[in-house]
């Protein structure tokens, strides 16, 4: 959030993706026919299960290993991920909520101004790669925070984050 | 060196000559040496008069394998493997560098990263094919050649971003700066695709303009260069008159596309303005973009200041505003869109709230009378409010759950004490018309208080009759729970032990259903998902067949997906699936053919016949074997009896469904070879296979037999294709049977 600016720059966290370990094995068929808002992929062989009040598709598989997308923030991706934890011990299953992780969380900010990609990769060129045969934004990354940023010309920037460096701040 | 001083004189003058292998003192003339060891280069004379030099090429890195080889042997034998790889790389890229018509330098300079790529390990894990393509495109943007990356995936017919994938992360391993492709480049080449004759300079040069105009009305940046190309070319096309009318008018017809790429519009507008008839399908072929994007490009054109110039205007002068990009410019107008939607949401609430405070007057009548509810359902009321405020407005929820919390904690305990009678309460009021739980839940809003929006409750509870009234108090509940659940999280323990602080279990129950709902889902879900379960089945089913017949073979992977075969007739289906196969050339096609051409003519089957294919192994082994004896022999005659066979055959072969198809067709073939043999009254027979057996002549029974019986047991792996092209065999020859039995 850049307050110095007379207008604020509103960056907006979209998304978080978070895993975690039931630590057991999870039956898959039972969790899809015992469930409410869940959707069975045998072929791929994981059940995506959607939570409503924080907004959380989760996408379980049968060794006990979770992955939760779609949250708003760090916190309500943990809440998300214990609630389906909670969830699935109601169900039976010796569920122990471990290695809890925030694997990426995603960021929408937007820049009053435009942005000139071709001068702007000149600028930064190792750093920032612009493809425009590829995808329509030039790539800047920062790699000691790990993070990803695409500047597209209209000024909107998308920055995704690796979960590694959120822990100091998680900690903290 | 003895060579340096002599022994005789002690001279250090010595003379060593090359050409006869002698060391000589030039003091005293004494021979040192005799017969030295040269390195000359030798030559020999080939075929032809050719003279080429002796000697081998050895590697300059790694070992080298012992040179007894020979001269003449192929030549990546006896080369390392670091040596082998950099060799077919360079005939690929020698390959793929033709077609795109690149000149040896560049082929050399991406040799050049393609060594660099192959010495940092880059290519494992990665198809040497995109490998190559990377480096050649990597060559082509350094060079400043007009490939573009589609012309790279076309040849190769590879996806375009996977190849994308690839080159970017070479550019980055190899630290190489691929400079910006600038879509002027790229014009000259589509405009000599769109074959303009005498006039393509001009109309490049035009949409050269055209394209440099685009690019400071910022409408190239993000955009794939060859769509703008391809704009740029359309509008030069017609340029009939010159009357400043007619061309504005040109301009802006053409301007009714927008592509994402800026030289296809270029071109399009240069050759609309010259006068050429390019249709937009013509320069979609050549450059590669579709309609919507170039018609799109066009637009966008259209809305700069530009298009409003007149041809012979736009090649003088040039404008000096500069345009804001488009899709800036769009979302400005989407925000403003938003913005007046949020206003009018605004004034809406508060024509609403108005109503709602008469409301509330009501309500508070009615509230009397039901007073105990009013703990429950004060929770309740607040939970509804955000519903109702999603369905309105925005505004106004930020208020709501500051006010939903505060009024929550009193109500928590109400809650956790009374849960289980409130359960029961719902159920009972869930089962009484809806008209009453509309009513309870207007009273429950009466208590949440005059600031809310009640009005459109009205209208939400309007709608909630015709939902399930269980849907309805799950969502209370659950909002009831998950705001109960808002409270700040603790770090869980490390043992892994689930911290419940702020779950609500009441909510979670929510999530599973109770033992009738379980069963209608396990019915529904059955039934969705019969098809893959009938193939687990199956699966399951074969693997234990096989594992009973010793064949079963761990970890059987997924064979190669094969395409079904689409034929009109059995005979084309048999006939593609063979030359899919690549079946061996000892069989008889025509027969094949006319195999089921008969077949078709007949009747049905016999059950006799099939009856008779009891003991089908042997019975086909041997038939296998003799017809593979007899194929040669076959005669046309009585083609009747071969339908026959073809028919008798089939049913046999259906037994064996798990075998090839190339043993299917031999199979069918044997059987008509067979049944010329063997009268009509096999059919009819129950087991005619003994006499089969011995009215034919056996050349060498047992081992055969019991090699071909080994090998239908191999071949057991079934492959569903195979089985349409035998049933459709078998299918006919019941026909076939039917017939011929008497």
């Known amino acids: 959030m850049d307050s110095s600016n007379d207008e604020a720059l509103d960056i907006i966290v979209t998304n978080v993706v978070a895993t975690f370990r039931t630590r057991c094995h999870l039956n898959l068929r039972t969790i899809a026919l015992e469930g409410t808002n869940v959707i069975y992929k045998p072929e791929v062989g994981k059940v995506l299960m959607k939570l409503r009040k924080p907004t959380i598709t989760a996408s379980i598989w049968s060794s006990g290993k979770i992955i939760c997308t779609g949250a708003t923030s760090e916190d309500e991706a943990k809440l998300g991920a214990r609630r389906l934890a909670r969830c699935l011990q109601k169900l039976g299953f010796k569920v122990r909520f471990s290695a809890f992780r925030v694997v990426n969380v995603l960021a929408v900010c937007s820049m009053p101004f435009a942005v000139h990609l071709i001068d702007f990769t000149k600028n930064n060129r190792p750093i920032a790669s612009y493809e425009p045969e590829l995808h329509p934004a030039a790539t800047y990354r920062i790699k000691n925070l790990k993070a990803t940023i695409q500047v597209f010309s209209t000024g909107s920037l998308t920055v995704t984050v690796r979960g590694s460096a959120l822990k100091w701040k998680l900690q903290s | ?742």
Not at chain 2, 221 to 233: D, I, K, V, Y
């Open chain 2, 1 to 742: 060196m003895s060579s340096r001083v002599c022994r005789t004189c002690g001279g250090a003058d010595i003379d060593v000559d090359q050409a006869r292998g002698s060391a000589v003192c030039t003091g005293c003339g004494s021979v040192l040496e005799d017969n030295i060891i040269v390195s000359e280069v030798q030559f020999v004379e080939g075929s032809g008069g050719v003279s080429s030099a002796v000697g081998q090429f050895v590697s300059a890195d790694g070992p080298v394998k012992a040179p007894l080889l020979g001269s003449g042997f192929h030549t990546t034998v006896g080369k390392e493997s670091r040596a082998q790889t950099l060799q077919s790389g360079k005939r690929q890229i020698q390959q793929l560098g033709s077609q795109l018509q690149l000149n040896q330098h560049c082929l050399d300079t991406a040799f050049n990263f393609f060594k660099m790529v192959v010495s940092k390990h880059l290519t494992r894990g990665r198809k040497t094919e995109h490998v190559i393509a990377a480096c050649l495109y990597l060559v082509c943007r350094t060079e400043g050649t007009p490939h573009m990356l589609l012309d790279l995936s076309d040849l190769l017919q590879v996806n375009v971003y996977i190849l994308g994938k690839t080159f970017l992360l070479l550019a980055r391993e190899l630290c190489i700066n691929a400079p910006a492709i600038d879509p002027c480049l790229y014009i000259p080449r589509f405009a000599h695709m769109l074959e303009f004759g005498a006039k393509t300079h001009e109309v490049s040069m035009t949409a050269l303009r055209l394209v440099q105009r685009m690019k400071r009305d910022w409408m190239h940046t993000g955009r794939r260069p060859s769509g703008l190309c391809g704009a740029g070319t359309t509008l030069l096309l017609p340029r009939q008159q010159q009357k400043s009318t007619t061309e504005q008018d040109c301009l802006h017809q053409t301007n009714n596309m927008l592509s994402p790429t800026l030289p296809p519009t270029a071109l399009l507008v240069a050759a609309r303005m010259h006068k050429f008839r390019r249709t937009v399908k013509d320069v979609i072929s050549v450059v590669k973009v579709c309609q919507t994007t170039l018609r799109k490009r066009l637009t966008e054109f259209e809305d700069t200041p530009t298009s409003q110039l007149t041809i012979d205007e736009f090649m003088r002068v040039d404008l000096e505003q500069e345009c804001d990009p488009p899709s800036f410019t769009a979302a400005q107008h989407k925000a403003k869109m938003q913005q007046l939607e949020q206003e009018l949401a605004r004034k809406l609430d508060e024509v609403e709230g108005e109503i709602s405070c008469y409301k509330d007057e009501i309500e508070t009548e009615l509230e009397k009378s039901r007073p105990k509810l009013r703990g429950i359902y004060a929770a309740y009321a607040k939970e509804i409010d955000p519903e109702d405020v999603d369905g309105l407005s925005s505004t106004s929820e930020p208020e709501e759950p500051e006010v939903e919390d505060a009024e929550l904690q009193a109500t928590t305990q109400h809650l956790t004490q009374d849960f289980l009678c409130q359960v029961i309460q719902e159920e009972d009021v869930r089962g009484k018309k809806t008209d009453d739980s509309k009513q309870e839940e207007e009273t429950e809003k009466e208590v949440a208080g005059p600031q809310r929006l009640l009005a459109p409750l009205a209208v939400i509870l309007g709608k909630l009759p015709s939902t399930p009234g269980l849907n309805l108090q799950q969502t209370f509940q659950t909002f009831n729970k998950s705001e109960t659940g808002r409270k700040p999280d603790d770090d869980e323990s490390e043992s892994g032990e689930l911290d419940l602080d702020g779950i609500d279990d009441q909510e979670i129950d929510k999530y599973i259903l109770n033992d009738k709902e379980v069963q209608v889902k396990t019915e529904l879900w059955m039934k969705q998902n019969a098809e893959y379960l009938k193939e687990q089945k199956e699966k399951e089913e074969r693997i234990k067949k096989e594992k009973e017949q010793g064949t079963y073979k761990e970890k059987k992977k997924k064979c190669k997906k094969r395409e079904q075969i689409e034929a009109l007739t059995a005979g084309e289906a048999i006939e593609k699936m063979l030359e899919k196969k690549k079946i061996s050339s000892k069989i008889n096609y025509d027969v094949l053919r006319d195999l089921n051409s008969r077949g078709t003519g007949s009747g049905g089957g016999s059950s006799p016949s099939k009856a008779s294919s009891d003991p089908p192994n042997s019975n086909t082994a041997t038939r296998k074997r003799l017809s593979r004896h007899r194929r040669r022999r076959k005669t046309s005659d009585a083609n009747q009896d071969l339908a026959a066979n073809a028919s008798i055959m089939g049913k046999r072969f259906r037994r064996l469904i798990s075998t090839k198809k190339k043993k299917t067709a031999s199979q069918v073939e044997n059987s008509v070879t067979m049944t010329t043999q063997i009268t009509t009254e096999t059919a009819s027979e129950p087991t005619p296979d003994p006499e089969l057996d011995t009215s034919s002549t056996p050349t060498a029974p047992p081992p055969t037999v019991v090699e071909e019986e080994e090998e239908e047991e191999e071949e057991v792996e079934v492959e569903e294709e195979c089985v349409s092209a035998l049933q459709l065999v078998g299918d006919y020859g019941c026909e076939v049977e039917e017939e011929e039995v008497f």
